[in-house]
């Protein structure tokens, strides 16, 4: 992973976004710049406010005020379909219908570029058979869902995303209830995407370590602001994490590809006592 | 563009694909067969039940006098006047009914729902009876609007109390059956209470039935048919985006709320006014979407009309086993349905029982 981070052009951007459940504030004021061409992981405590930033940049939810930009235009003007024509997203635990095939999942994802008189024209084809093959999953694309995985399904959806033929991928904790394996699988996929197609990425991680090792860039939130925004060394630091999280930790960088890791020792408090 | 149009099909899938420029259409081969098939079967149904009867036609005279080919008046009038009418009724109101049930069970992820099931006949049979029994020789056009205004305000209802938020199957149907009853208690308050030869028409028209009906109750149910069939074909596609879940649905390019508004319009304004047409025939819109998925799977495209054309199938059918089991005094094809659908649904509840 390269250690200095390049000065992309931003297609997605929020501009001080406010949200808030009721009387809680969820986001205060937040802007985030998202670089174009990398994978940036969005991490920090339970209820900071990450999948809501992330639901907010896919236009699943209205901030009380402020903007999320698209291409330079404000996401809420634009159309359901001409969102999805440019954002893929992936959210959180989705579920399918019983006996939905893979096949049928990823043609899902030609929704937005379909209509009643075009209802599967031979770019509908090949976006599929690409995201099949990209994926991995072609080799069983006519079983159905439940048969497979969770690495496996959790790749089905990812396949579902990417046959939008979308510049930028949004995912929601796409690691959540996989293990060790499966979400290598996952994060494996997205690295060799990034790689090979300059596929943007932008995910909510929870797991600390993979979001340093597998993102260029890391926004760290706190209390629903950011923290800290940069480069895995910039974030990963034994100052942020005391700051977020309340934890003391040591960070030692990996020999085999220079990611910080962070080796947690004890709650703040028990220091403090 | 000028391409020829090109025809590709896929063993594995069973779709074929025709294209022409910039048109694409996706046909499910196996669906179009059963298509074909069961629309062969309605029209055998209303041959078979239009020449069924105490003055019997045979099947190719059936068909020739429906043609105008016929040369017995006698028989033209049987047949054209009185038989014909009443099987397309059956088939309208069949095909009515099963497109709402598969929209209802598509748009709540709930095969347990059906208009029937949820109240909403009640609602559209409360505010049908009520304007039977309150406005003596009321045209029946005026009956459509009014028991579509009672299946809205029983839609509406369910809507606020049991399914703003992702509410479970079962609460939807237990608030459904528990508004049903209520509707059911205001439908037999005032049978109660109306006037002797107001209700004798009411409970003819309660019992589910499509005797008596002819061309004017044909013609008053007709266009709402015409209006509401389209759109459910037209949304196929958005419902089967809406089986992702509307996170899913909403980010490739559906906009999730204002298409169910769509959906829900269009279920309730079917049932609504098939109830209007032939009372209250239960338990096809429950059945039919189930038996249409058996055969051509879950995919809306398909599931949809192949659906309305069981639903029709099942009502034509109904009609005509009320009639032959017992000549002299008809079963209302509504009590077919309902011996047929009650162990259904029953058998549907303790499957779901685990969920």
Known sequence: MPEVESRAVSKLRTERIRFAYEETTVLADLSVDVPQGRITSIVGPNGCGKSTLLRAMARLLKPRSGTVYLDGEA?????????????????????????????????????????????????????????????????????????????????????MALAQETDTLLLDEP???????????????L??????????????????????????????????????????????????????????????????????????????????? | MGRPMSVVSRL?????????????????????????????????????????????????????????????????FVINTLRLPRALVAVAVGAA?????????????????????????????????????AVPSVSAAYLQPAALGGAFIVAALLYVLAWRRDSSPVRLVLVGIGLGAIAGAGTTFMITFGEVQQVSLALIWLTGSVYGRGWDELYSFL??????????????????????GDDVAHVIGVPVRRTRALLLLTSVALAGTAVATA??????????????????????????????VTGAAIVVGADLVGRAVLPQVEIPAGIVTAILGAPFFIYLLYRSRNT
């Open chain 1, 75 to 159: 996401i809420a003007n634009l159309a359901t379909r001409e969102v999805a024509k440019r954002l893929g997203v992936l959210p959180q635990d989705p579920r399918a219908p019983e006996g939905l095939t893979v096949r049928e999942l990823a043609s899902q994802g030609r929704y937005p570029h379909q209509s009643f008189l075009r209802q599967w024209s031979k770019s509908d084809e090949r976006a599929v058979a690409r995201s099949l093959e990209i994926t991995g999953v072609d080799e069983f694309a006519d079983r159905s869902l439940d048969t497979l995985s969770g690495g496996q399904r959790q790749r089905a959806w990812i396949s």
């Open chain 2, 12 to 76: 594995t899938t069973g779709e074929a694909t025709l294209r022409a420029g910039p048109v694409s259409l996706r046909l499910d081969r196996r669906a179009t067969l059963i298509f074909i098939v069961l629309c062969l079967v309605v029209f055998a149904g209303v041959v078979l039940n239009v020449g069924y009867g105490p003055y019997p036609v045979p099947p190719p005279a059936v068909v020739r006098t429906v043609l105008g080919l016929g040369d017995d008046a006698g028989q033209a």
């Open chain 1, 175 to 189: 690691t959540t209830y996989l293990d060790m394996g499966h979400q290598l699988e996952v994060l494996e996929l």
């Open chain 2, 279 to 308: 009372g209250t025939i239960g338990f096809v819109a429950l059945m039919a979407p189930h038996i249409a998925r058996r055969m051509v799977g879950t995919s809306h495209g398909s599931l949809i009309p192949v659906a309305a």
């Open chain 2, 97 to 133: 009914l099963a497109v709402s049930g598969a929209i209802l069970q598509g748009l709540t992820r709930n095969g347990l729902a059906a208009p029937d099931i949820v109240g909403v006949n009640a609602g559209a049979s409360l505010a049908a009876v009520s304007l039977i029994v």
């Open chain 1, 191 to 273: 690295a060799r995407l990034n790689r090979e197609e300059k596929q943007t990425s932008v995910m909510v991680l929870h797991d600390l370590n993979s979001a340093a090792r597998y993102s260029h860039h890391m926004i760290a939130l706190c209390e629903g602001a950011v923290h800290t925004a940069g480069p895995p060394h910039e974030v990963v630091t034994p100052r942020v994490i005391r700051d977020i999280f309340g934890v003391e930790a040591d960070i030692i960088y990996d020999r085999r590809n220079g990611s910080p890791q962070c080796l947690p020792y004890q709650l703040l408090r028990a220091a403090e006592d």
């Open chain 2, 223 to 244: 266009p709402w048919l015409l209006l509401f069939l389209p759109p459910a074909l037209f949304l196929a596609r958005r419902l089967n985006a809406l089986n992702l």
